[in-house]
């Protein structure tokens, strides 16, 4: 895992998944938060687990709400074209026009977002 921070952004970049279910995404915020005093985080999409997309499955409510109840705005990037779920673009999308959490393309958008 690769950590930077820009201005008082944590950019974390990993090849390993880091959010398995709702504990590591816990064990993630708090050791972000706390090696880096930033309360915003982006974080690479291949880092998350892969169940965390399929919303009926009910980890992205519990995990993001674990985000917003530690007031850490989040951003997700990568590529998210190969999924077809309806639920899930129209979640992407409410989430998108929030101000907590959003999921993006590239890095630059996840600041982009997060900075506003």
């Known amino acids: 895992m690769e950590t930077k921070v820009i201005n008082e952004i944590a950019v ?7 959010i398995k279910d709702v504990q590591s995404a816990i064990d993630f915020v ?5 090696e880096t005093n930033c309360n915003k985080i982006a974080l690479n999409k291949e880092a998350i687990i892969e169940e965390f997309f399929v919303l009926s499955k009910g980890l992205a409510g519990e995990i993001l709400q674990k985000f917003i109840n530690y007031q850490v705005k989040f951003a997700i990037y990568g590529d998210y074209s190969k999924y077809t779920s309806k639920p899930l673009k129209d979640f992407i999308y409410e989430s998108n026009n929030g101000k907590d959490i959003f999921f993006v393309e590239n890095e630059e958008e996840a600041m982009n977002k997060l900075n506003r």
């Open 30 to 34: 708090m050791s972000i938060k706390y």
């Open 12 to 18: 974390v970049r990993s090849k390993e998944i880091i």
